[in-house]
């Protein structure tokens, strides 16, 4: 079988120089993390156990209490929903985790906290993985 685009020598070299030298490309976000002390400081909240309503009552009170204290960097952990006990609902997915895809949407689309978050975005593995969130704090 021939391949459509076979692979120039020009670019295999390209390509084996690149892969070689991947230690010095500069990565924006671990650089932003290490330069800062308050990245360093982790606040976290844990949702499990809990309804929408208090997740989202206690989420917009740690958000703000920890900006306040000068923390840039959360992990709010919602769960991966997969104990739920969602099949009472017809309406409600049984992929998908309520607090998991519903307190970043409250945090983004509330009018208090959106003016003060940076960034939101899945957790590390080493934080949660799929089943966390973390929040960016502006300063």
């Known amino acids: 079988m021939k391949k459509k685009n076979p692979v120039s020598p020009k670019d295999k070299k390209d390509w084996n120089i690149f892969t070689e ?4 490309v500069y ?19 844990d949702l499990h156990g809990i309804t ?14 920890s900006y306040n204290e000068g923390y840039k960097k959360l992990i ?17 997915s049984q992929d998908m ?12 689309n509330d009018p208090e906290l959106s003016p003060i978050i940076k960034k939101i975005s899945k957790a590390e ?3 949660g993985g799929e089943g966390a969130i973390c929040i960016f704090l502006k300063n």
Do not use: W
Not at 21 to 24: E, H, I, S
Not at 29 to 43: A, G, H, T, Y
Not at 52 to 65: C, G, H, P, R, Y
Not at 76 to 92: A, C, E, F, L, Q
């Open 27 to 45: 990565d924006k976000e671990s650089s932003l993390e290490d330069n800062n002390p308050f990245l360093q400081k982790i606040k976290k909240l």
């Open 97 to 108: 985790g309520i607090l998991k895809n519903s307190v970043p949407q409250y945090v983004f």
């Open 21 to 24: 030298n991947l230690g010095k």
């Open 125 to 127: 593995i080493k934080h």
């Open 52 to 65: 929408l309503d208090q997740a989202n009552k206690k989420v917009k009170k740690f958000i703000m209490e």
């Open 76 to 92: 709010i952990i919602t769960g991966k929903g997969s104990r739920s006990k969602i099949y009472d609902n017809p309406y409600v």
